[in-house]
Nanobody
Framework: QVQLAESGGGLVQPGGSLRLSCAAS????????MGWYRQAPGKERVLVAH???????TYADSVKGRFTISKDNAKNTVYLQMNSLKPEDTAVYYC?????????????WGQGTQVTVSS
């Protein structure tokens, strides 16, 4: 059984910063990709950023230059440093990971963490 546990969401003023964390636990043999998605009210869930096992990163155009994704392989944890936050960044942020376990390759999702950018 594999689980993803997210933390770090909250309320922040425009221009502020937050750091999200997502730790994977369970019977993990290998992690291929870990990333962050977000879903605003009434909108579809979209990719924010992801990072491969080799450290290659991809960002949505809307967050380039403001957000940074990183990972700690020893802790099976991915981070999302969010700077210069804007009201349009308000959403539920979900962690996603492609993990090889006893069940083979599977996609796992976290429960989501709310990020609200408002004055």
């Amino acid at each position: 059984q594999v689980q993803l546990a997210e933390s770090g969401g909250g309320l922040v003023q425009p221009g502020g910063s937050l750091r999200l964390s997502c730790a994977a636990s369970g019977s993990i043999s290998r992690i291929n990709v870990m990333g962050w998605y977000r879903q605003a009210p009434g909108k579809e869930r979209v990719l924010v950023a992801h990072i491969t096992s080799n450290g290659v990163t991809t960002y949505a155009d809307s967050v380039k230059g403001r957000f940074t994704i990183s990972k700690d392989n020893a802790k099976n944890t991915v981070y999302l440093q969010m700077n210069s936050l804007k009201p349009e960044d308000t959403a539920v942020y979900y962690c996603r990971a492609q993990i090889w376990s006893l069940a083979g390759w599977s996609d796992y999702w976290g429960q989501g963490t709310q990020v609200t950018v408002s004055s």
